[in-house]
């Protein structure tokens, strides 16, 4: 078993190019997997192998895919007001599954508070009020993107307050009690099932890619009835092998661990080994 994860950021636009610009490395990026003969697997698919629960052949010669903070970059084509109209993660993807006659899907981990949302919207985007959740329940039914956890507030350093104890805002190392950790994981998990039903939130990726002994050793493995996770993403980079571990485990983030056509292909083909 041995599965790279590739992560993009929907938010991550500064110019039109790969390199200033997530969804036209998306776009480039589908064409250079299904070029190399791979397939793309959704996530909880790559998890059922790792614990187990189906073949490892089931994830052979595959990658899969996920994005992180859920704006409607991830689902919606807009009008950037700099960079002009954007074709949403979605619309790549589809566009991609109808040229290549191959499936594809991508986890979305979303930030789940939705005053959390709102405040991001003006402090890391342009306050137009594009992080709402109006598209997960429909993404959701569609089958193309599942809807996963990305916490409550992500402990983002621009917003007024978190649901950290007490104000150490701008890591994720510091929900490092059972109180914070529910505040930002059990809470989000509870929100997202109560309103994407039948649906149930069981992936977690990190915000920062920032996990700590506590939550990996002791909140994780030992609180599964509770928070109801079956396995936690960071941002090593390394493909998600049988050995990997699993509160931990690894994932390939869009212009830090690559940043062309030419270094995926190298870190798909010798990175991350020859399956």
């Known amino acids: 078993m041995r599965v790279p994860v590739l992560t993009y950021h929907s938010n991550n636009i500064s110019g039109n190019d790969y390199a200033s610009n997530d969804h036209v490395a998306l776009a480039a990026d589908l064409g250079t997997i299904s070029r190399l003969g791979l397939r793309i697997v959704p996530l909880h698919q790559v998890v059922a192998a790792l614990l187990g629960e189906a073949e490892p052949a089931t994830v052979e010669r595959a990658v899969a895919l996920s994005f992180d903070d859920g704006s409607w970059f991830d689902w919606h084509d807009l009008d950037h007001p700099i ?52 598209w997960w329940l429909p993404a959701q039914r569609e089958g193309l993107l599942a809807v996963e956890n990305h916490s409550w507030d992500h402990n983002h350093h621009t917003l007024t307050r978190t649901a950290q104890r007490d104000g150490r805002k701008g890591s994720f190392s510091a929900i490092d009690s059972h109180e914070d950790a529910d505040a930002q994981i059990r809470q989000a998990a509870d929100w997202l099932d109560a309103r994407l039903a039948p649906h149930h939130a069981s992936l977690f990726a990190y915000p920062y890619g920032q996990a700590n002994d506590y939550l990996v050793r002791e909140y994780f493995p030992h609180h ?52």
């Open 224 to 275: 599964t009835a509770q928070h109801r996770v079956r396995a936690a993403f960071g941002t090593e980079p390394a493909p998600v092998e049988s050995i990997s571990p699993r509160w931990n485990l690894p994932r390939y983030v869009c212009g830090q661990h690559w940043r062309s056509g030419v270094e995926l292909e190298r870190l798909l083909t010798q990175g991350a080994g020859r399956w």
């Open 83 to 134: 960079c002009g109209p954007q074709r949403g993660f979605a619309g790549i993807l589809r566009e991609h599954a109808a040229q290549a006659a191959t499936a594809v899907h991508a986890t979305s981990f979303v930030i789940v508070s939705p005053l959390a949302r709102d405040e991001l919207d003006r402090t890391c985007l342009i306050g137009r009020s594009w992080w709402g959740d109006d």
